[in-house]
């Protein structure tokens, strides 16, 4: 297929789907009536959708950011005068606060 016929070719589907859109048909409704393939016709839709986007819409291959979430602690602290703290006390580890008080002691 020359670039002509391409051409011609994405004209008569614009034709086709501005014609389906005025229709109110689904676009395999439209096709029986029209005696269309309905896998053409859906593949020139997306061609044609595609190609009408803005090209800052545009996906492409490539990096996206990753932004890490900010852990927020869980359980309790405990704030020592001398500016120590222990986080994260939770019901399965008071035996190692305990004993870590202990030792502090």
Same mark, same amino acid.
Request: hydrophobic share 40%; net charge neutral; aromatic share 8%.
């Given at each position: 297929?020359?670039m002509?016929?391409? *051409?011609? =070719?994405? $004209?008569?589907?614009? !034709?086709?789907?501005?014609?389906?859109?005025? $229709? =109110?048909?689904?676009?395999?409704a439209?096709?029986?009536?029209?005696? !269309?393939r309905? $896998?053409?016709? =859906?593949?020139?839709? &997306?061609?044609?959708r &595609?190609?009408?986007?803005?090209?800052?819409?545009?996906?492409?291959?490539?990096?996206v +950011?990753?932004?890490?979430? *900010?852990?927020? +602690? *869980?359980?309790? *602290?405990?704030s020592?005068?001398?500016? !120590?703290?222990?986080r =994260?006390?939770?019901?399965?580890?008071?035996?190692?606060?305990?004993?870590?008080?202990?030792?502090?002691?």
């Amino acid at each position: 297929m020359d670039m002509s016929d391409a *051409t011609e =070719g994405a $004209s008569f589907w614009q !034709l086709h789907i501005a014609a389906w859109q005025q $229709s =109110g048909l689904t676009q395999k409704a439209y096709c029986e009536h029209q005696e !269309l393939r309905y $896998s053409t016709f =859906g593949y020139w839709v &997306r061609k044609l959708r &595609r190609a009408a986007e803005p090209a800052t819409e545009k996906k492409g291959a490539g990096f996206v +950011p990753v932004i890490p979430a *900010t852990v927020q +602690p *869980t359980g309790l *602290t405990l704030s020592l005068p001398n500016g !120590l703290e222990i986080r =994260g006390i939770e019901a399965n580890n008071l035996g190692l606060v305990r004993d870590l008080l202990g030792m502090l002691a």
